[in-house]
């Protein structure tokens, strides 16, 4: 899993739920991702964290929440899930040679 | 506008061929160009990572060359195998922040 863990690995979520997506790295690098993966598209950035306590809004952040308290976590938090945030979430570490991605959560909103 | 396109988005080889995907991309100012591979159901996996100044990088039976005048890279897989079966992806990135742009990856099958 690249040092990367991402839970939960399935969620089935009724329009208007929240939840978060968790996720952990233990490779101690400054910057964590977040993205989404949609049939026929190449991943999208949804927040990214250049370091413990910050955060940088990317490509897609409306309707989505992010967290870094430590280093190691970065969640990703649904306020109140629509269909359209049906997904597969990669969450990544590291920084400017390479990323490493989790194994991703599959996401329905019905 | 800053895009990474890929081509072929499917191809379908016999095992033992070779092949060879494209990437053309309008990123500006160009950073570092990165080849991933996703196996289904998997995260993406890094295969190679090329700069202005490098032409060609290979890892194992992936070569990827980068001419960043015409803006273009290809991945060639040299005597492909059954567990090549997945999709590639191209990124670059751009200047010295996180921006990252993704192809939507080609879909290679490798058939026995």
């Known amino acids: 899993n690249a040092g990367v863990t991402q839970t939960p690995k399935f969620q089935v979520l009724k329009t208007g739920q929240s939840m978060t997506l968790q996720c952990a790295q233990d490779?101690?690098?400054?910057?964590m991702y977040w993205y989404r993966q949609d049939p026929g598209m190449g991943l999208r950035l949804i927040y990214y964290?250049?370091?413990?306590?910050?955060?940088d809004k990317g490509e897609v952040p409306n309707g989505y929440n992010v967290s870094r308290l430590n280093k190691r976590e970065f969640s990703l938090r649904l306020e109140s899930a629509a269909p359209s945030q049906t997904s597969v979430y990669f969450c990544?570490?590291?920084?400017?040679?390479?990323?490493?991605f989790g194994p991703g959560t599959r996401l329905l909103v019905l | 506008k800053n895009q990474v396109e890929q081509s072929p988005q499917s191809l379908i080889i016999l095992e033992g061929k070779n092949c060879t995907l494209q990437?053309?991309?309008?990123?500006?100012?160009?950073?570092?160009l990165r080849w991933y591979k996703q196996d289904t159901g998997r995260g993406p996996v890094s295969l190679t990572i090329?700069?202005?100044?490098?032409n060609t990088k290979s890892n194992g039976r992936y070569t990827a060359t980068l001419d960043a005048d015409t803006k273009q890279s290809s991945l060639h897989i040299t005597a492909s195998q059954l567990s090549d079966s997945a999709s590639y992806i191209c990124?670059?990135?751009?200047?010295?922040?996180?921006?990252?742009?993704f192809g939507t990856g080609t879909s290679l099958t490798v058939i026995p």
């Open positions: 990544a570490r590291g920084a400017w040679e390479t990323q490493y």
């Open positions: 990437c053309n991309y309008t990123v500006s100012p160009f950073s570092n």
């Open positions: 990124v670059v990135s751009r200047g010295t922040g996180n921006q990252f742009y």
């Open positions: 090329m700069t202005f100044s490098e």
């Open positions: 490779m101690n690098h400054n910057s």
């Open positions: 964290s250049a370091s413990e306590g910050t955060t």
